[in-house]
């Protein structure tokens, strides 16, 4: 909904924040001169076992520069990998949780393989948002200009973002930050679609204004996402009738996300800040994890990783006990 995005632009530039993505240089060698509440029981439980298991390496070869085969650059790029002391999630070829020579007697028992589409894909990605994994804090997330969407959830940390939900332009540039809150280090990259509401109480005149839509919840969405991969991994999930407010934290006003609202609902919620005295920005949206900076047991494309901040909050309660549509919950 193009109004939504305009409130929401305005909130964002009233929080000093701008579209400032980090990108590594493409023509560069890989890694050189690399700067430096409440608990829900079971769940947590079956995170921790799931936790506990073994996690899928994000590449199947050892192809890091992403140009279809294992060749000679990619052993040199993982050796000069290995002089910096970080752990690159990326370079775990053998996916034991470190990054160590084993890693590259791997990859050298991999010269000559050819490698997927969606590993090319990956590698690419990887040179793009590589520098965010290096960042340690929130404060310096604020200082290269992001802005964090949500706080800390179990499954997902908090989400820092430098674009507008709704906007991907495409795969090689992700909207923004997993960001670990108990590790203080980022743990994914996302990415974000706008979605067609179907109503509850079959309003078909979105987005007019003074619509019957403005009234109702949202039962699901129509159509689909976006398909950035050939793999059947990448599976987008759902967030719809989110309502961004703002109250005052720690660092100031800061966004507040609500979640199954209808449009009505979230302009009656309190802010400390309406966009042009009248709105909160209300929208629903497809989005995608890509889980760079830690191997996921559940995948590279999953919804949650299980092991990330799993002493916050659950998801759930920013649905605040509305009810869940069943398309929901199982998108």
């Known amino acids: 909904m193009n109004t939504n995005k305009k409130l929401l632009a305005s909130l964002?530039?009233?929080?000093?924040?701008?579209?400032?993505?980090v990108t590594a240089d493409d023509e560069r060698d890989d890694d050189e001169d690399d700067?430096?509440?409440a608990r829900v029981e079971i769940q947590e439980s079956e995170d921790n076992d799931i936790c506990?298991?073994?996690a899928p390496a994000i590449l199947q070869v050892a192809d890091f520069d992403g140009n279809g085969i294992v060749d000679d650059r990619d052993i040199t790029i993982i050796k000069r990998a290995r002089k910096h002391d970080i752990y690159y999630a990326f370079y775990d070829i053998d996916a034991d949780g470190e990054f160590d020579k084993d890693d590259i007697h791997r990859a050298e028992a991999d010269l000559g393989k050819s490698s997927s589409t969606l590993d090319q894909q990956k590698a690419v990605l990887f040179h793009q948002v590589k520098q965010i994994q290096i960042i340690d804090s929130e404060p310096e997330l604020r200082a290269t200009r992001y802005l964090m969407a949500a706080p800390s959830l179990a499954g997902h940390g908090e989400h820092w973002t430098y674009g507008l939900p709704g906007n991907p332009e495409n795969i090689f540039r992700p909207e923004g930050i997993n960001f670990s809150k108990e590790e203080s280090s980022a743990k994914g990259i996302f990415w974000s679609?706008?979605?067609v509401p179907v109503f509850a109480n079959g309003a078909t005149d979105y987005p007019q204004p003074n619509g019957e839509w403005m009234s109702s919840r949202v039962i699901s969405f129509a159509g689909g996402p976006p398909k950035y991969t050939e793999s059947d991994d990448e599976v987008w999930h759902t967030h719809a009738g989110l309502c961004l407010t703002a109250h005052q934290g720690e660092n100031g006003i800061e966004p507040l996300l609500h979640q199954h609202t209808s449009?009505?609902?979230c302009q009656a919620m309190p802010t400390l800040f309406k966009t042009e005295g009248t709105h909160n920005a209300w929208f629903?949206?497809?989005?995608?994890?890509?889980?760079m900076f830690d191997l996921n047991p559940r995948g590279f494309f999953a919804g949650t990783h299980p092991?990330?901040?799993s002493n916050s909050v659950s998801e759930s309660t920013i649905n605040e006990g509305r009810e869940v549509p069943p398309f929901f919950q199982h998108h």
């Not at 009233?14 to 993505?21: C, I, M, Q, R």
């Not at 629903?284 to 889980?291: E, T």
Request: aromatic content about 12%; glycine content about 6%.
């Open 263 to 265: 449009f009505a609902e």
């Open 284 to 291: 629903n949206i497809w989005m995608l994890h890509g889980w």
């Open 35 to 37: 700067p430096r509440e």
């Open 52 to 54: 506990m298991g073994h």
């Open 12 to 21: 964002i530039a009233t929080l000093l924040f701008s579209v400032t993505p």
């Open 193 to 195: 679609q706008d979605a």
């Open 307 to 309: 092991c990330v901040d």
